[in-house]
């Protein structure tokens, strides 16, 4: 059955080309109502699918019901399921979502209690990714069957014409099942390759280029030409005040580091100051969120030159928001786990629990920051967060952007939050506060953690932002991850 | 170890019987609850319905050593055999599939067309071996397994079966080129004649059965959006009427000599007999008079997901797809081709004998 091999070699062939960043798992920490959820979503890697959802409650206990909204479908023509506690964890519910069409949803946690009522909203794309190959037994299976069936073919055939015509009836037969099963892998192979070539999301394509002028340089971002030669941006929403929140690194040593703000100018394109980077091939990844609340992390790379000397008129003036980090290049992996991380101005970050890139089942990343004193300092809000991270994986199959609230697009979160609140007006009802991470943030606090399961295992660079008596301060953190679940 | 014949065609035919139900029920499961798993009770009676035909089969096959049977019967019950082997593979490449293309798979997907060629083997295993049975030990049942793969052949045009759609050539095309043939099997394999018409009554009760059970069992969709309110099974659609060209070419075959002059005859007869029934009947199946627990008909029942409006009465495509004099040439012949493959093959399942 050299067709079925060939077949499994092709597949295997094309699920090698990865997807820009890996890591389609959706953990959200917040408060609904009195309680406070974290949720995870592992979308299926095909729409239609299910999404295994899990939802830990804290804060009494809960009947939850939980409803996958399609964006722009009302929340009351979406089915609710029980959320099924989970046996031997206490406060832990599960529930199996459909995704019917691609696109965003809402993954809305409805609860109910003592307490009182509380609801999450946590946005998540439904979309198709690049189909995982067919495990080995399963192709060994199912070439064994397709040989049984070719032979068994002939047998049939030999035995409709017993006497001398069996043996060429027999061949027929087999010979006929076998053009068959050609037939038949031929129309799978179309089926992959439409579904690869046109079902597959891709985040939209753009390419970067640095410009140089007297005063600086600048990084510009512009769409590449859609199938009907349209360069125009999709409408965009604000995360934080901002269209667009793009991370540069710089490639292939993932030494120098920056958290940069692009703002739109009159074509329509986006541009920011490169921040004192030195000059390089760097990988720019931008999170956008749409108006549909789909969020798309876009990806390329670009050549940066080095710093013009003349100090002129800036072109664009840097956002205040924006920050670097440059660091000495990532060693070659394996790599050994870095907890400690000099910060400058005294003072130092702390990975508190490495030990998750061993034990998925830890689910956060969790840093503290000490002044020079070994005290802790106290942590300020940084674009409304208490922290942001970066994770990467070195070979760039991984790249995630996180928050304390976790992996969602908090601009997403709020289109979806406000298209429709389901059974809005009910006495006691509490929708999700997009802002409750502001307030959270206010309090004075020395660590940050980041819901967050390593999607694959292999060497990974982590950068943790938090702001520091008005200063950012980016630490970075290297690892090997072993094990995920 | 003894399995008589007779018992190993009964089970294979229960089973065959119990898959086809199953496939049917899983339609409805799907437009109403949406959501199923491997484990959802139509699956259930589908793969269990499959395997023990295939077990019975084997069984059938081993006890005998294959010899003292004719060699319908050997082909028949090696066919079920091959059909249930393949209708593993397609779990197994199903599952797969689901994960890697999007669960749902779309019409005529290539698991679906395992799906189909599987238990239509299957089906046509269990009728070669009845008859050839029926022929040694007396379990006269082709008409039985004919009337359950009308059912199936009925399931396996969803959605393109709806009565919306009963007012295009594509519709009359492919009903002209499917159901001559598996009427003709039956009336050529069953003992005693009229055999066309009790498979038809065999398909029409069985779809009646569901269309009237079916509704009484709640259910609810889990998936959204939800446009329709549903509360329970929604029936399949009526039968098709193919009662009346089956009780036409029973009638005539009696009395006619010479397979070219009945290939001919059956195909026209199918034709005269059926077209302008279903036309008529069609309208009946959307007017508000069909509107009740027994017809499930005047456009009332629709799949939780669908968003539909006053089309949900209407004729469809009766422009883009309308019915002319090719398109009634069109269903001689296919009606013609498929009665010459529904005679020759009920001749053989009744005439080669050990």
Known sequence: MR???????????????????GSPNVYYEGEAGPYRVRVVVRPPTAIPGTAETTVSVAGGPATLSIQAVAAGTPAERAAAQAGRPVAGVEGMYSAELWLLEPGAYAIRVHLHGEA???????????????????PAATAAALAAIAAILVAGAGLLAAAAFPGGAGRLAGATGAGVAFVLLALFLREWSAYDRDFRGNKLFEPMPVRARALVDEGGRYVEVTRVADDRGSRAWPRLVTDHGKLMHAFLIREPTLDAFA???????????????????????????????????????????????GEPSGGGSALVVPDPDDSLRIVGPVPAPPLSTVEQCDLGGGYSMRWQNPEIADDPDI??????????????????????????AAVRRL?????????????????????????????????????????????????SEASVAFPFEFPKPGPYRIWIQVKVAGEVLTGVFDTQVERVR | MTIRGGEVVLGMVLSATAMVVGVVWDISWDASIGADSFWSPPHMAINFGAAAAGLFALGGLLASGGHRHSAVVRVGTGAVVWGAVAMLGWVILDDWWGQAYGLFGERWSPPELLFTVSAAVILFGTAAAVSGDAQEKGFP?????????????????TPYGLPNLHRTATFYLVVSAVFPAILLVAARATEGGWGATRAACVYSATICGLVWILPRFAARPTIGPIYQPIEAFLPPSFPLLLIAPA?????????????????????????????????????????????????????????FYAEIGPERSLFWGTEQDPIGLMTIAGCFVAASVSSRIGLSLGAWMVGSRR
């Open chain 2, 247 to 303: 009780l036409a070419m029973d009638w005539v075959l009696r009395r006619l000599d010479g397979e070219v002059s009945r290939v001919a005859a059956a195909g026209a007869v199918f034709v005269l007999s059926y077209l302008p029934v279903q036309w008529l009947f069609a309208s009946f199946l959307l007017s508000p008079m069909s509107d009740n627990a027994f017809f499930a008909g005047g456009g009332r029942h629709w799949p």
């Open chain 1, 116 to 134: 009182g009522h509380g609801e999450a909203v946590v946005p998540i794309n439904a979309v198709n990714r690049q189909p995982q190959p067919m």
């Open chain 1, 363 to 388: 689910g956060e990343l969790r840093f503290a920051v000490e002044d020079g004193d070994g005290k802790p300092a106290r942590l300020q809000p940084y674009m409304g967060m208490l922290g942001h």
């Open chain 1, 395 to 443: 070979d760039g199959e991984v790249f995630a952007h996180l928050h304390p609230v976790g992996s969602i697009s908090m601009a997403s979160q709020e289109v979806l939050a406000m298209a429709d609140s389901g059974e809005g007006g009910h006495a006691g009802h509490a929708m999700t506060d997009p802002h409750a991470a502001h307030r959270a943030a206010t309090e």
């Open chain 1, 259 to 305: 958290h940069v703000h692009p703002r739109p100018t009159s074509s329509g394109d986006f541009i920011v100051a490169a921040p004192t980077l030195p000059a390089g091939r760097y990988r720019l990844y931008a999170d956008i969120t749409l108006e549909s609340g789909l969020s798309e992390t876009l990806s390329t790379d670009f050549d940066l030159p």
């Open chain 1, 3 to 21: 067709l079925w091999l060939l077949a499994a070699a092709v597949l295997l062939l094309a699920a090698a080309s990865a997807a820009h960043v």
């Open chain 2, 141 to 157: 049942g082709a008409f039985w397994v004919a009337g359950i793969a009308m059912v199936f052949g009925v399931a396996a045009m």
